[in-house]
């Protein structure tokens, strides 16, 4: 610390010094001096301004007036510029929407110019405790940040340099025992799900949202959710064998646009029909994954983390494999393609279907 004032030069400006019959500045950081004349007026207004623009900090009143951007304005900046170009899907959009909105209760009156690696370290470890949660704030701030360095208002991302999480699977493999015993112990439509899921790898949310009129042509013709508006993947499942079958014991009784249907446990009022479903057969995803989960427990399924209906994914998958299928032939049904590439060929064209056979026998 500098020695302190004498008394009779308790109210001089800091770094302002007497120099012969006049006075003269020092330099916070260089230290080296200069002459500021001798009328003790001027001197002392100098020597304030520099020292509002030499001491970071100083200037309490321009840091209250003029903050800087802040983290909510890279937010906007994210949102308006970046958001649109990812072509993210609803859920996916949802996902990080709510991960964007709980970054910028945070984190969004800050100024991006004092954002620091440890603001975003302690921010990222204060705000969840699943590893996997971290990852995906992480994630996503760095995203935010960029955009800030892309505008010029900082020159680096501290988010970057934050502790990259690692978040390993801990859900329990589909075996086709266990899919057996959970097929047995669940009721007809919940059967008619999993033998969808199974025949054609189709995802939980395509399942639930696969209609009688795409079954038409000698295929099923399904647009992945997932992928719609990002990859373009369209597929053309032949209906052929047991997925034939299958869709024929569809059709059953119960009037309904949909493939995997069931009637309401009470009837209420067209008035009071849930908000996101169409018809009151519709099954919503949430309603699929809770009915497997009691089949499920109903089979005495014992595990730590048990298998979910989304592995039926990866157990069609592997039985393909055992059956000869190569690696392509299985990519091609799930609906998985390098994104770069599909936009290059389809680029101004519409995107062609893409015809896929499925080979599974249905396990009874």
């Given at each position: ?102 970054i910028e ?152 646009p949909f ?7 009470k009837a ?97």
């Amino acid at each position: 610390m500098g020695r302190a004032r004498k008394p009779s030069r308790r109210d001089w400006p800091a770094n302002l010094y007497p120099n012969r019959d006049g006075y003269k500045y020092r330099h916070p950081i260089t230290r080296k001096e200069h002459f500021m004349g001798k009328d003790k007026a001027k001197a002392f207004a100098a020597a304030k301004k520099l020292n509002a623009l030499l001491i970071p900090g100083n200037d309490l009143v321009g840091r209250v007036l003029t903050p800087g951007e802040t983290v909510a304005d890279a937010i906007k900046v994210f949102r308006a510029d970046d958001i649109p170009g990812r072509k993210w899907a609803p859920k996916t959009a949802e996902v990080y929407e709510s991960v964007i909105r709980r970054i910028e209760a945070g984190l969004g009156a800050t100024p991006v110019a004092e954002v620091t690696v440890k603001a975003c370290a302690t921010f990222i470890r204060e705000v969840t405790e699943s590893e996997r949660a971290r990852q995906q704030f992480r994630l996503v701030l760095g995203w935010i940040l960029a955009c800030a360095v892309e505008e010029g208002w900082i020159d680096t991302n501290p988010a970057l340099a934050t502790r990259k999480f690692s978040h390993t699977r801990k859900r329990e493999r589909l075996t086709i025992d266990d899919f057996r015993k959970i097929w047995d112990a669940a009721p007809q439509w919940v059967r008619n799900a999993m033998d969808l899921s199974l025949l054609t790898l189709l995802r939980r949310d395509d399942v639930v949202s696969a209609r009688f009129s795409d079954v038409h042509d000698g295929s099923l013709w399904v647009i992945p959710a997932k992928t719609e508006g990002s990859t373009n993947i369209r597929l053309k499942i032949a209906v052929a064998g047991p997925l034939a079958e299958l869709l024929a014991q569809c059709r059953d009784s119960v009037a309904s646009p949909f493939l995997i249907h069931r009637l309401p446990e009470k009837a209420r009022p067209s008035n009071m029909r849930a908000k996101d479903r169409e018809h009151h057969t519709q099954v919503l995803p949430e309603q699929l994954s809770r009915a497997f989960a009691t089949a499920r427990d109903a089979a005495g399924i014992d595990a730590d983390n048990p298998p979910t209906f989304h592995e039926i994914r990866s157990l069609g998958g592997a039985l393909l494999k055992e059956g000869g299928w190569t690696n392509e032939q299985i990519q091609a049904l799930m609906g998985h393609s390098n994104v770069a590439m599909t936009e290059h060929y389809l680029g101004g064209h519409e995107a062609p279907w893409q015809p896929v056979n499925t080979g599974i026998a249905l396990p009874r």
